[in-house]
């Protein structure tokens, strides 16, 4: 039993794949709240996020999914949202009032929509060699920058003035978009904010590839 979280028996499991921004999300999450967890890495090269054992876990055959002492659930921003629900203090990571809620909500369909279409995107067509339309990709990462810069130019964090899940679901892909060739140096209000959410205490970085950054 953890001392500071009594109804946590156990570590939480966490399936991931350490390369995979989805993945590092809940990561990040669960080392942000200081929650125990261990991580089982799949080898999703061979298939093994298709095997029976673990669609029991998640039908759709995705990571990351989570087993919290007999709390199964899948997809990152379903993760977070209920880690922070469970595990946090008041509204520290979900704010309660409507319009503080809704804001943070619009960042959770941003990181599903345009985070997932463009830096998430960029990134698995130069690692990885999927095939995506990279040039559509990166179109849509830039747009996406276009408009976080002087966003986070006029506020701290992505729904106002302090952390919330909406940076965490965030973070990940947009701090690996190097990785997919698209440069942040054009982008001092967004290394800011990254640089803002990395001093948070609690944070912990996502692997790296070890191709140079741009």
Same mark, same amino acid.
């Given at each position: 039993?953890?001392?500071?979280?009594?109804?946590?028996?156990?570590?939480?499991?966490?399936?991931?794949?350490?390369?995979?921004? $989805?993945? $590092? #999300?809940?990561?990040?999450?669960?080392?942000?709240?200081?929650?125990?967890?261990?991580?089982?890495?799949?080898?999703?090269?061979?298939?093994? $996020?298709?095997?029976?054992?673990?669609?029991?876990?998640?039908?759709?055959?995705?990571?990351?999914?989570?087993?919290?002492?007999?709390? @199964? +659930?899948?997809?990152?921003?379903?993760?977070?949202? &209920?880690?922070?629900?469970?595990?946090? $203090?008041g509204d520290e990571w979900s704010p309660r009032?409507?319009?503080?809620?809704?804001?943070?909500? #619009?960042?959770?369909?941003?990181?599903?929509?345009?985070?997932?279409?463009?830096?998430?995107? @960029?990134?698995?067509?130069?690692?990885?060699?999927?095939?995506?339309?990279?040039?559509?990709?990166?179109?849509?990462?830039?747009?996406?920058?276009?408009?976080?810069?002087?966003?986070?130019?006029? #506020?701290e964090y992505l729904a106002g003035d302090r952390?919330?899940?909406?940076? @965490?679901?965030?973070?990940? &892909?947009?701090? !690996?978009? *190097?990785?997919?060739? @698209?440069?942040?140096? *054009?982008?001092?209000?967004?290394?800011?904010?990254?640089?803002?959410?990395?001093? !948070?205490?609690?944070?912990?970085?996502?692997? #790296?590839? *070890?191709?140079?950054? +741009?």
């Open positions: 039993m953890n001392a500071e979280f009594p109804n946590i028996q156990a570590p939480i499991k966490l399936y991931r794949n350490p390369m995979s921004g $989805h993945c $590092h #999300r809940v990561e990040l999450m669960l080392s942000f709240l200081g929650l125990p967890y261990e991580t089982i890495d799949l080898d999703m090269a061979n298939g093994a $996020h298709k095997a029976p054992d673990y669609l029991k876990i998640n039908p759709f055959g995705q990571v990351p999914a989570i087993d919290d002492n007999g709390v @199964v +659930m899948a997809d990152s921003n379903a993760i977070i949202t &209920y880690l922070a629900q469970k595990y946090s $203090h009032k409507p319009e503080q809620a809704a804001e943070v909500q #619009r960042w959770l369909s941003v990181a599903a929509g345009e985070i997932a279409q463009g830096p998430c995107a @960029v990134r698995l067509v130069k690692l990885f060699g999927m095939k995506l339309d990279y040039d559509r990709a990166k179109s849509i990462t830039e747009s996406l920058f276009g408009v976080l810069e002087p966003l986070l130019t006029s #506020r952390i919330t899940l909406a940076d @965490v679901a965030g973070y990940s &892909y947009i701090s !690996h978009a *190097p990785e997919g060739g @698209v440069s942040l140096q *054009p982008y001092p209000a967004i290394r800011a904010w990254l640089e803002r959410v990395e001093a !948070h205490p609690g944070f912990i970085g996502m692997k #790296r590839s *070890p191709l140079p950054p +741009m």
